[in-house]
């Protein structure tokens, strides 16, 4: 007994990264758009740094992406050829409401997502719609201060109404808000969050985040309201933090990191505000202003399952002078002695994942979706313009036999497997192109230059065997 018989593989990717065509047929402008490449990236992606249109001499990869938007057909027709059951990709709000604040929607931009959820359709393939991965109009920022104000929630509602209504029949899996723990590490980035002189930071954030929290559970009521066959999930970036030792000291402060991250989907599961960030807010003299009727709203309109992102674990060590950190995604971690890393640092840890599956699901009881996974590699082409990805191989084959120990010996309730950049697209936290992750080549540099052609790399033969055989042929 292996992945259930209606295990939904697929691949994943998020508009910012893939769609390019940020200024085609009306869409307006983003948070998302105006994070350059180069030593500027995280400070701005931080809000420690306020850039909120192009500038002279910035390159902007999220402009072109990978042209998605003009070749979804040809992408769609790859991905079905790999025997895809599903394909994660994300709305950009600016196609549909270009300001946010527009009463009507931008016809144009329906229809595009229209034309690609048909075309998944098309070939079997059930779209898995991310509402919001990272972007925020950037009008609402220079109006409103992005999430930190309560008028966001009644604008977001509006886009999901929208959505849910017109895409009725044609999407039933939806998630709604990408990594929802990246507020806390990436306030920019993640949510238009920008710091202003003498802010408590963390006060902005948590705020902020009883905002979206609320967004996320008007999103689930409205899907559920418009369409009751509808499945929304949260979306947690996770991968658990180990103790560096086994004095108690480093174990508890492992229990206190991974409390962090679990926060926004405590409530996105459960319900509720849970004591433990009720004690911290309390501690660090953070209050969270609310209105009558939020904590029903959190209570009445949980998740039906819950999504998260795997690429590592972490290791956290509470003596200050083990200070030996290699990067991770979104923020650092101390070097775990027994794994390998990822050119970019990235520490490999196949085990984590069947950690992470069991942990959440044992906190949640609520069926899982691993909707990212995967490895962030430079691959070169041979004398024969092919790209023999054998080291995505391992690290991918690794992972899945983990996951399958999750659901067959552990008995974790597991919907599908979704890898990252399934097609090769712009890195998130780099806005690099190098950190290729897809199974498709795309050819594009750093610099925007390239063709753009697509060619199968050695995976995509590989993974399509995977998925033929339902996780049984891994190697
Ligand atoms: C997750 C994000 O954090 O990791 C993606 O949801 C991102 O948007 C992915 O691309 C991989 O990270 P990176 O930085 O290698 O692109």
Request: charged content about 25%; hydrophobic content about 35%.
């Amino acid at each position: 007994m292996g992945f259930r018989s209606d295990f939904l593989w697929g691949g994943a990717t998020a508009a910012n990264q893939f769609e390019g065509g940020y200024n085609q047929d009306g869409r307006g402008l983003a948070n998302v758009d105006v994070v350059p490449q180069g030593d500027k990236r995280k400070d701005i992606s931080h809000g420690k740094i306020k850039m909120l249109d192009f500038e002279e001499g910035y390159y902007y990869p999220a402009q072109k992406g990978v042209d998605f938007y003009n070749r979804y057909k040809e992408d769609i027709a790859l991905l079905a050829e790999m025997g895809f059951k599903t394909f994660r990709l994300s709305i950009a709000w600016t196609r549909i409401y270009p300001t946010g604040e527009e009463v009507t929607p931008n016809e144009e931009g329906l229809v595009f997502y229209e034309r690609v959820f048909k075309e998944c359709k098309k070939y079997g393939i059930e779209p898995l719609v991310t509402l919001t991965h990272f972007d925020i109009p950037i009008h609402l920022i220079q109006k409103y201060g992005s999430w930190r104000s309560r008028e966001v929630i009644e604008l977001y509602k509006k886009l999901c109404a929208t959505l849910f209504t017109r895409y009725k029949g044609l999407v039933t899996y939806w998630i709604t808000f990408n990594e929802i723990n990246m507020i806390l590490h990436s306030p920019f980035m993640g949510a238009g969050l920008v710091f202003e002189e003498g802010e408590n930071p963390e006060q902005v954030k948590y705020q902020a985040g009883h905002h979206v929290l609320l967004a996320s559970a008007w999103a689930t009521k409205i899907a559920h309201e418009i369409d009751p066959n509808n499945k929304v999930g949260c979306m947690l970036a996770g991968g658990n933090n180990y103790p560096y030792s086994s004095r108690p000291e480093d174990y508890f402060l492992a229990i206190e990191k991974d409390r962090e991250n679990y926060f926004f989907i405590d409530v996105q599961a459960k319900g509720f505000y849970p004591n433990y960030a009720k004690k911290k807010f309390e501690r660090e003299g953070i209050h969270i202003e609310m209105q009558e009727g939020d904590l029903k709203l959190l209570a009445e309109n949980t998740v039906d399952y819950v999504s998260f992102s795997y690429y590592s674990s972490r290791v956290v060590c509470s003596d200050p002078s083990v200070s030996q950190e290699t990067a991770g995604n979104i923020y650092k971690s101390i070097k775990n002695p027994y794994l390998e890393s990822s050119e970019w640092g990235w520490q490999i840890d196949p085990l984590g994942l069947r950690s992470a599956l069991n942990q959440l699901f044992i906190r949640y009881d609520k069926p899982l979706f691993v909707v990212e996974n995967g490895l962030g590699a430079i691959d070169k082409p041979d004398e024969n313009g092919k790209i023999n990805d054998d080291y995505r191989i391992n690290y991918l084959r690794e992972h899945i036999r983990e996951m399958k120990n999750a659901v067959e010996v552990d008995g974790v309730d597991l919907l599908g497997y979704t890898t990252w950049g399934c097609i090769d697209l712009i890195s998130a936290s780099t806005g690099q192109m190098s950190k290729r992750y897809g199974f498709i080549y795309v050819d594009l540099d750093d610099n925007g230059n390239g063709t753009m052609e697509r060619t199968k790399k050695k995976s995509f033969e590989w993974y399509k065997q995977v998925i033929a055989s339902n996780g049984e042929q891994l190697d």
